[in-house]
């Protein structure tokens, strides 16, 4: 059992970076990916606790780019960048700096919806690191404005709802050109957020392959086992690894669990193999 997908507090979950892992070893996973957004600055408090308990911790992060389709959006998963000098290394620290910057003008919308979250209490509610729009959610439940991070997200925080932020995205080309060059390689991350029909998501999946993309997430925490079996038909017609995760944000998807998801969650562990051999040489 291995789960390709998860984040700590160095992004936007819950748990510590240490106790991802921990996690991991709980339900009995071999190897685990730690993927926080844009950043890898979790990586060696994650692995130094992996190798306490005999876990492999994978090296990755999750990147935003830009999507086909209006209505979706595209993420890309990052295995095997390890947190040292290199061009995609380079580009996180500037995306790093364009996500605080985005943060505070989530802030400061809030604040002019009425909504009482602060900059600083974003921050205080992430541990002083990689806050975002769970935090604010967080923030929201606590002071009582909503029940949940689920409806926080869906009354203001979501794409298209009254207190989003537009967030800066890569080019799909270029995200990949860093990957390889960094030494990694790339999965789809839950493709069917990027909401595209059947004919549309085959031709963007084999024009993703072409420019170096390695795997695509089919068996995903929140997919059912028929969107499953589609994706990965789809992946195996296109030459792509087979890969999948839960999506673990700790309390901030709550029914999210590292190596199980929703508790039906099993990704081969041949995925890690394939994904490793295609790494540049």
Avoid at 78 to 107: C, H, I, S, W
Avoid at 115 to 143: I, N
Avoid at 162 to 181: F, K, M, N, Q, S
């Amino acid at each position: 059992m291995i789960d390709l997908h998860t984040h700590s507090t160095v992004s936007d979950g819950s748990d510590a970076p240490r106790r991802i892992p921990e996690l991991a070893a709980e339900v009995g996973c071999s190897a685990v990916a730690l993927t926080d957004h844009d950043r890898l600055d979790g990586v060696e408090e994650a692995r130094g606790r992996a190798e306490e308990l005999g876990i492999n911790l994978i090296a990755g992060c999750e990147l935003s780019c830009v999507s086909p389709a209006a209505a979706g959006s595209m993420h890309v998963l990052v295995y095997f960048v390890e947190p040292v000098e290199g061009p995609l290394q380079d580009k996180l620290m500037e995306l790093q700096t364009v996500r605080d910057e985005r943060n505070r003008a989530l802030a400061t919308r809030l604040e002019d919806l009425g909504l009482p979250v602060t900059y600083d209490e974003m921050q205080e509610e992430a541990g002083g690191s990689g806050a975002g729009r769970p935090h604010a959610a967080a923030v929201l439940v606590r002071k009582g404005v909503v029940r949940s991070v689920t409806e926080a997200f869906e009354r203001w925080l979501g794409d298209g709802r009254p207190g989003y932020v537009e967030r800066t995205r890569l080019e799909p080309a270029e995200a990949l050109r860093l990957i390889r060059g960094s030494g990694g390689v790339a999965s789809a991350a839950h493709p069917l957020s990027m909401k595209l029909p059947g004919a549309e998501l085959e031709a963007t999946m084999r024009e993703l392959a072409e420019l170096g993309l390695a795997g695509m997430e089919c068996v995903y925490g929140r997919y059912s086992p028929e969107e499953r079996e589609g994706l990965v038909d789809l992946a195996r017609g296109l030459g792509l690894v087979v890969t999948g995760g839960s999506d673990h944000h700790g309390t901030y998807k709550p029914d999210l669990r590292v190596g199980v998801g929703q508790g039906d969650l099993d990704v081969p562990d041949q995925a890690l193999e394939q994904l490793a051999a295609r790494c540049p040489s």
